[in-house]
T-cell receptor
Framework: DSGVTQTPKHLITATGQRVTLRCSPR?????VYWYQQSLDQGLQFLIQ???????AKGNILERFSAQQFPDLHSELNLSSLELGDSALYFC????????????FGPGTRLTVL | AQSVTQLDSQVPVFEEAPVELRCNYS??????LFWYVQYPNQGLQLLLK??????LVKGINGFEAEFNKSQTSFHLRKPSVHISDTAEYFC??????????????FGQGTTLQVKP
């Protein structure tokens, strides 16, 4: 158990819908990272937040957005969902100044029908 | 920009045999290197990492990896595998100096299949 929690574990929805994935980092970790794992794209970095502020951005679609709240939990919002958005979404966290040690949550499996 | 290539998509091996999973990377700047393991229906677990110092890095579960700067490689090895090592293995890099930015770049993964 990495100490990073993600909810829900599974999510099934329809095209065009909007969903919110939630991540709680390890106690004391200020950075949260979101990654997408899909069959065709592999594991891709989406976005990083550090202490509430966006710190780095990767291949994140405009239909996706994220935020980190004062209690340091983070949410990834996916809207206007398409079949191709079906993937495993991971959240990871790290302590301040140690991006080289990221602890991954169990992931949320999103299925878009 | 950085990229990671895992040279084998699948590696079948018999139990108690040695195994090597190959990883090459490309980067115009210095990088840190990692190997992660993903067991079925689970998240990613860090096996080992190279930040600096000795080029031979030892990790959990008996795995080790060797950083070769001239060949830009970071191959993962285990002298004797167990059935429980069956999993997906990912090589990854992160740019040096990323003290508060952590964009991990992953390879496509190698499926290790350990047969009895």
């Amino acid at each position: 158990d990495s100490g990073v929690t993600q909810t829900p574990k599974h999510l099934i929805t329809a095209t065009g819908q909007r969903v919110t994935l939630r991540c709680s980092p390890r106690s004391g970790d200020l950075s949260v990272y979101w990654y997408q794992q899909s069959l065709d794209q592999g594991l891709q970095f989406l976005i990083q937040y550090y202490n509430g502020e966006e710190r780095a951005k990767g291949n994140i679609l405009e239909r996706f957005s994220a935020q980190q709240f004062p209690d340091l939990h983070s949410e990834l919002n996916l809207s206007s969902l398409e079949l191709g958005d079906s993937a495993l979404y991971f959240c990871a966290s790290s302590v301040r100044g140690r991006a080289d040690t990221q602890y991954f949550g169990p992931g949320t499996r999103l299925t878009v029908l | 920009a950085q990229s990671v290539t895992q040279l084998d998509s699948q590696v079948p091996v018999f139990e108690e045999a040695p195994v090597e999973l190959r990883c090459n990377y490309s980067s115009s700047v210095s990088v840190y290197l990692f190997w992660y393991v993903q067991y079925p229906n689970q998240g990613l677990q860090l096996l080992l990492k190279y930040l600096s110092g000795s080029t031979l890095v030892k990790g959990i579960n008996g795995f080790e990896a060797e950083f070769n700067k001239s060949q830009t490689s970071f191959h993962l090895r285990k002298p004797s595998v167990h059935i429980s090592d069956t999993a997906e293995y990912f090589c990854a890099v992160i740019q040096h100096g990323s003290s508060n930015t952590g964009k991990l770049i992953f390879g496509q993964g190698t499926t290790l299949q350990v047969k009895p």
